[in-house]
Nanobody, 119 residues
Framework: QVQLVESGGGLVQSGGSLRLSCAGSGFIASINEMGWYRQGAEKQRELVASVTRGGSVEYADSVKGRFIISGDLSKKSVDLQMNALKPEDTAVYYC?????????????WGQGTQVTVSS
């Protein structure tokens, strides 16, 4: 199976920047997309940004113009450049890989990395 490891989280002041990275390993027949979700305190997990095998990207409205996703799906890697951070961006950020594994579409998740934005 695929293992995903995130890095780059931390504490930053409002208006600052952070870059998250996700590195994957293990067998997967093909990758459909990779991306980032986040979950704030007492909130549901939500999509932040994703990139498909074909290169299409999607962003949550709340991060458009501030966050940039980039990735090399052939290497099972995806990064998230976060600029102009706001306190409401505070959350645990999770990397996701969606791919074909033994003829089934599977979601693989990382363990999460904490991002805290102070006001």
């Amino acid at each position: 199976q695929v293992q995903l490891v995130e890095s780059g989280g931390g504490l930053v002041q409002s208006g600052g920047s952070l870059r998250l990275s996700c590195a994957g390993s293990g067998f997967i027949a093909s990758i459909n997309e990779m991306g980032w979700y986040r979950q704030g305190a007492e909130k549901q997990r939500e999509l932040v940004a994703s990139v498909t095998r074909g290169g299409s990207v999607e962003y949550a409205d709340s991060v458009k113009g501030r966050f940039i996703i980039s990735g090399d799906l052939s290497k099972k890697s995806v990064d998230l450049q976060m600029n102009a951070l706001k306190p409401e961006d505070t959350a645990v950020y999770y990397c996701i890989l969606v791919g074909e594994y033994w003829r089934q579409t599977r979601n693989f998740w990382g363990q999460g990395t904490q991002v805290t934005v102070s006001s």
